[in-house]
Nanobody, 124 residues
Framework: QVQLVESGGGSVQAGGSLRLSCAASENTLCMAWFREAPGKEREGVAV???????SLSDSVKGRFTVSRDNAKNTLYLEMNNLKPEDTAMYYC?????????????????????WGQGTQVTVSS
């Protein structure tokens, strides 16, 4: 059972930056960030495979960067120029068997392991 622990969330003003981290108990093939805003479905934000192949959703491209340190079993999400619509609970997800790199079709069911989430709040 892979354990995932997110950190780095917080409250910032629009235009600000945050860096989320997700520490995994072991390395996995695929790691991703999802977010869930109140009243909305959980959506994929970024995904990265162990070899570094990655994808970002259109809504965050140019503002967010996803990376991972395989030596530290840690996933990162660098978030710049944050907007109020980025406000959500951000979840780290991982899977050891496959890695969907198409953000548009990526679903919760594609990942077998989840963290507890970290809240990001962006005020205008």
């Amino acid at each position: 059972q892979v354990q995932l622990v997110e950190s780095g969330g917080g409250s910032v003003q629009a235009g600000g930056s945050l860096r989320l981290s997700c520490a995994a108990s072991e390395n996995t093939l695929c790691m991703a960030w999802f977010r869930e805003a109140p009243g909305k479905e959980r959506e994929g934000v970024a995904v990265i495979r162990a070899d570094g192949i990655r994808s970002l959703s259109d809504s965050v491209k140019g503002r967010f960067t996803v990376s991972r340190d395989n030596a530290k079993n840690t996933l990162y999400l660098e978030m710049n120029n944050l907007k109020p619509e980025d406000t959500a609970m951000y979840y780290c997800a991982a899977d050891g068997w496959h890695c969907p790199l198409d953000i548009a079709t990526m679903r919760r069911g594609d990942f077998g392991y989840w963290g507890q989430g970290t809240q990001v709040t962006v005020s205008s």
